[in-house]
């Protein structure tokens, strides 16, 4: 069934010459993964990807929490164009799966309210005195690596494979809803067939799991995160997927967008703080990995600089399986090579 | 009493959210907020069908508008292409605008939002930046994350970060000359006027409940009565 459908949706990707939107989140969580996007691009593929200084929030958060206006979100996106506009790339590669989603829900309401273009167009030349053209593609960042993703294979050094049983890796992939829920022309393999993850961890020699909450949302939700007297929507929205993932023994989960993978490393720890529950079998925690990160250290690249050690639920046990050396006396060594404190280790999940 | 059914109509969100809902209740059932909350995505869209002003005035009221998650799951699987969750974002706006939504816990919650992302925003260009996350407001993030903050610099230089440094790379500072205009881009298009819209609401519901709302978080009681929802 699968192989017949997801072909249809099948979308255009810039091959080279990238403007990159950085994500408020990605760079804060992950801002190693951005850092290897980068790298990635320019070394291991030789493509040309401008990291503009001038960048800044697509408000997105902001707006899908309900305090910033549609117009005033229309107008901070148009002076992102007007950035990309300013150098000779048309190609807008964007970090977060929020900001790829709302960036698409702009440009269709554009197209369906010309005026509205008109008066974004208006507002900003009024309060910067720019203008802007529009893009002539718009991808997330993980579809680069998808598009890529042989050339990479070709590179790396691992593969998704276990060592020790020659199996491949049980992944569970989550794309996120901005992703392709809202438009799922936009997105590869669209809302049904997710294949921009999956694609790349079947190419890299891991197994996709197809589980039954796969295209629930982890439960971000904005507002329901961001305050806390509503952060039970978030929690409990990853605790149905985890529970759902849980029989079939994933040895890590991959996710597109950077708050997603956030919440379902740290949604671990708090469940295992608040009612001792883990959802793999050594009370340790499902690994999750960003695509840069998993690029990466496939790549052979040093997981102490990918940021690996900023995740909650440890990393170690998913290199262990793949036959990646790392020095654990580094782990918490900084840029002065000064020796850092240790995080204390939570209660209930082994660290 | 206003006519909130014009004012909504002249969101292109609600003209674009809601072509003659035929009541299926897939939005529903596909629904996160749906599952969690005592909320119905279909019967939001059942009483904006009415164009009954009075019904549309309490729903700006109550909590009803404020479970959303905007995952936009409803979009995806709605037969007759209707968006529930543009609709919800519309309301959310006229019940800011209006001052109504001090009414609801839920909507009082916009507040604390505002405080928070709403003042990164226009202060920093970021929503969130690792600087600016308070961890006594988020306890979940654990002990890898006091850790990271306690070495912010020397950890996030390992990973090619450029932290609150001008120039380019992740968690840079982002220059003033950016943030003039981001400013400028708030004031004309009516960002800056919905914040203070917020701002101002709150502070006299503060007053109404008898509740200190300094505009600093830690001395804020008002803060921390809707971040925490204690009632
Ligand atoms: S899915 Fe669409 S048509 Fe069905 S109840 Fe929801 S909004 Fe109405
Ligand atoms: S966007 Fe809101 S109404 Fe639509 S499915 Fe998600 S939570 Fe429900």
């Not at chain 2, 109504?100 to 920093?124: D, V």
Request: aromatic content about 10%.
């Amino acid at each position: 069934m699968e192989k017949g459908y997801w072909k249809d949706y099948q979308k255009a990707i810039a091959t080279d010459n990238y403007f990159y939107e950085r994500s408020c989140i990605r760079q804060t969580f992950f801002p190693g993964s951005e850092n290897a996007f980068i790298k990635i691009i320019r070394e291991e593929l030789g493509l040309k990807i401008i990291d503009d200084k001038n960048l800044h929030t697509c408000s997105g958060i902001g707006y899908y929490s309900g305090i910033v206006p549609l117009e005033t979100t229309m107008t901070v996106i148009a002076r992102l164009f007007s950035l990309m506009s300013e150098t000779s790339s048309r190609n807008f590669v964007s970090s977060c799966v929020t900001s790829f989603g709302l960036i698409n829900e702009v440009l269709d309401m554009w197209e369906h309210f010309p005026e509205k273009l008109e008066s974004t167009r208006y507002y900003l030349k009024e309060a910067t005195g720019r203008s802007f053209e529009l893009p002539h593609n718009v991808a997330h960042s993980s579809d680069i690596i998808y598009l890529h993703r042989k050339a990479l294979k070709k590179k790396m050094i691992y593969s998704l494979v276990n060592k020790k049983t020659g199996e491949p890796l049980r992944v569970v992939e989550h794309i996120g809803c901005h992703y392709a829920k809202i438009f799922p022309q936009h997105g590869v393999g669209g809302a049904e067939f997710p294949q921009v993850l999956a694609g790349i961890i079947k190419e890299w020699g891991g197994q996709v799991i197809d589980y039954p909450e796969r295209r629930h949302c982890c439960g971000f939700g904005f507002r329901q995160y961001l305050i806390m007297a509503n952060r039970g929507y978030s929690i409990a929205n990853s605790k149905k997927k985890f529970e759902s993932m849980k029989p079939y023994k994933p040895d890590f989960i991959i996710s597109n967008c950077p708050g997603c993978s956030m919440f379902m490393d740290r949604w671990q720890y708090t469940i295992a703080e608040m009612e001792g529950v883990t959802y793999d079998d050594e009370q340790k925690g499902i690994p999750v990995l960003t695509y840069e990160e998993l690029t990466g250290i496939l790549l052979g690249y040093n997981p102490w600089e990918l940021g690996l050690q900023l995740h909650q639920i440890q990393c170690e046990p998913l290199l262990d399986k793949i036959g990646i050396p790392y020095i654990i006396d580094k782990k918490y060594i900084g840029k002065s090579g000064k020796k850092l404190n240790h995080p204390l280790k939570p209660k209930n999940i082994i660290a | 009493m206003i006519d909130y059914y014009s004012l909504l109509r002249r969101d292109i969100r609600f003209v674009e959210g809601l072509n003659a809902c035929m009541n299926c209740g897939v939005c529903t059932a596909i629904c996160p907020a749906a599952e969690f909350y005592n909320y119905d995505p279909r019967s939001i869209c059942n009483i904006l069908m009415t164009k009954d002003n009075e019904k549309i005035e309490h729903l700006l009221k109550t909590d009803s508008i404020w479970y959303c998650g905007q995952c936009l799951s409803c979009k995806t699987r709605c037969p007759r292409g209707n968006v529930p969750a543009l609709l919800i974002s519309a309301l959310r706006h006229l019940s800011q605008v209006t001052g109504l939504f001090t009414n609801s816990e839920k909507g009082r919650q916009q507040y604390a939002i505002f405080k928070t992302i709403g003042e990164n925003i226009i202060n920093t260009g970021y929503c969130i930046h690792l600087a600016l996350i308070n961890l006594k407001l988020h306890p979940e993030q654990g002990p890898v994350m006091v850790w990271y903050k306690e070495n912010a610099e020397d950890v996030t230089d390992l990973l090619g970060a450029n932290y609150n440094k001008l120039g380019e790379g992740a968690l840079r500072k982002i220059s003033q000359d950016n943030l003039d205009e981001l400013k400028k881009i708030f004031n004309i298009t009516g960002g800056t006027d919905l914040y203070n819209s917020i701002n101002k609401y709150s502070k006299t519901k503060a007053k109404e409940l008898n509740i200190n709302c300094e505009d600093t978080i830690e001395n804020s009681a008002y803060f921390f009565h809707v971040f925490l929802s204690k009632e």
